[in-house]
């Protein structure tokens, strides 16, 4: 009978080695199957700021113009700062409306609009972003803030040679565990990694010192599934 360990890593065995019952139809015969982890870390050299400015009046457009010359405001002063126009997105544009509770009539509308911001000198980033708060006003918002190496090409390699490693280091110790001689690499793929979404909560920031900002270090992880051969004994 086959037995089924809840490890960190899948081991799929051929019918001969389980006693004449495969772990799973598809896989290949005489092969182990494992997942492999490599991790590393580097200084970010960028960071992203989820600005936005956020107003409310009794007519709509009013509403409008208000946002309108709010984020035009925090927009140049992110462009005095040294941003270009690569650097800037604008996103999250809604137009709500407020109703009274009791007949639901409209009574006012709320406009938001998001500025994406990257900001690539890390040092004056508290500076920029302040001075971004502060050109928007009391209009001004800011939802979080996330780091992220931009140029991640060596890392990624020395994290896949990791993740395979590690998955190399586990197919030998099921080979010799069953006897057998690991073969050939007879497929290896790698596991897409998951959505990273910024965090942080909205923050109705003033003029006022620097924000401080800490990069720390950013880690990236890759993920590998590799099946080897697995060789009769000799």
Do not use: C, H
């Not at 709509?60 to 984020?71: F, G, I, K, M, P």
Request: aromatic share 2%; hydrophobic share 40%; glycine share 10%.
């Amino acid at each position: 009978m086959p037995v089924l360990v809840a490890l960190t890593s899948l081991v799929v065995l051929s019918s001969s080695l389980l006693g004449g019952r495969p772990a799973f139809a598809e896989q290949a015969a005489d092969s182990v199957l494992v997942t492999g982890t490599g991790e590393v870390s580097g200084e970010p050299d960028t960071l992203t700021a989820d600005l936005a400015v956020e107003t409310s009046a009794t007519a709509v457009d009013q509403a409008l113009d208000r946002a309108n010359t709010a984020a035009t405001r925090m927009r140049d002063a992110l462009v005095r700062a040294g941003l270009t126009k690569a650097d800037l997105q604008t996103s999250n544009v809604t137009i709500g409306s407020q109703r009274d509770n009791d007949n639901g009539t409209i009574t006012g509308y709320t406009v938001s609009q998001g500025i994406t911001a990257t900001i690539r000198d890390l040092p004056r980033a508290g500076t920029v972003i302040s001075e971004a708060i502060a050109a928007g006003g009391d209009a001004a918002r800011l939802n979080g803030v996330w780091y992220a190496v931009e140029d991640d090409t060596a890392l990624l390699a020395e994290a896949r040679k990791q993740a395979f490693a590690d998955a190399r280091a586990k197919a030998d110790l099921y080979a010799r565990a069953a006897g057998r001689p690991l073969g050939r690499v007879i497929r290896v793929s790698e596991v897409p990694a998951g959505d990273v979404t910024p965090g942080g909560r909205d923050s109705r920031a003033g003029a006022g010192a620097p924000m401080p900002i800490e990069p720390g270090r950013q880690r990236l992880t890759v993920t590998v599934t590799v099946e080897w051969a697995l060789s009769q004994p000799a």
